[in-house]
C-alpha cells in the first residue's frame, strides 16, 4: 500500500514539476541571440548574467547585461533599473533597431516580466 502512495506522490510530483517548467521561456545565451537576431525576433526568452551598465529614471530606462558569451541590452519600462554591478535574470522579447533618451541600439530585449 505504502508503494502504491509513494509512486502516486511521485508521479504527481513529476507532472507538476513538467507544468511549471512548460511556462518558463527558455534561457538563451546571448552570443546565440547575437548571432541570428532575427531568429528570435518577438519571441519571449531569458538571459542572466550581470549588468555592466545602466541609465534610466522613474520606473524606465536601459541596461546593459553581459552573460560572459555577450552583451545586451535590455529596455525596462515598469520594472526599475538595476545598478551597475547586479546579477540578474531578465524575461522579455527580443526587439531589433530601437532608440531611447537619443541613443540607438541594435537588438534589444523588451522585459515583459520582473527580474529575477
Given amino acids: 500500500m505504502l508503494t502504491i502512495r509513494a509512486r502516486l506522490a511521485s508521479v504527481l510530483l513529476v507532472a507538476v514539476g513538467s507544468l511549471l517548467l512548460a511556462g518558463c521561456p527558455p534561457r538563451?545565451?546571448?552570443?546565440?541571440?547575437n548571432l541570428d537576431p532575427g531568429r528570435y525576433a518577438?519571441?519571449?526568452i531569458s538571459i542572466a548574467?550581470?549588468?555592466?551598465?545602466?541609465?534610466?529614471?522613474?520606473?524606465?530606462?536601459?541596461?546593459?547585461?553581459?552573460?560572459?558569451?555577450?552583451?545586451?541590452?535590455?529596455?525596462?519600462?515598469?520594472?526599475?533599473?538595476?545598478?551597475?554591478?547586479?546579477?540578474?535574470?531578465?524575461?522579455?522579447?527580443?526587439?531589433?533597431?530601437?532608440s531611447f533618451a537619443g541613443r540607438n541600439f541594435g537588438t534589444i530585449l523588451r522585459q515583459t516580466e520582473q527580474r529575477h
Avoid at 538563451?28 to 541571440?33: N, T
Avoid at 560572459?68 to 547586479?86: E, H
Fill in 42 to 44: 518577438g519571441k519571449e
Fill in 28 to 33: 538563451e545565451s546571448i552570443a546565440k541571440v
Fill in 49 to 98: 548574467g550581470q549588468v555592466t551598465d545602466s541609465f534610466g529614471g522613474l520606473g524606465r530606462g536601459v541596461f546593459q547585461v553581459d552573460d560572459g558569451t555577450g552583451k545586451m541590452w535590455v529596455l525596462s519600462t515598469g520594472y526599475g533599473v538595476p545598478g551597475t554591478g547586479a546579477k540578474v535574470a531578465v524575461v522579455g522579447r527580443v526587439e531589433q533597431g530601437f
